[in-house]
């Protein structure tokens, strides 16, 4: 809950539109899986 509410309190402080702000956000979040799930997989946990 709190990822989200952080989230939403950034989102309320940039002023672009907010279909723009969300195709950032996704492209941002495909950049970045890919890297996040080669660190889940080499965990030893």
Known sequence: LTTI????AIEGTILIPEAAYQDLTRDQIRRLEGPALQLCGSSKY
Do not use: D, L, Y
């Not at 509410?5 to 939403?8: D, P």
């Open 5 to 8: 509410s952080n989230a939403r």
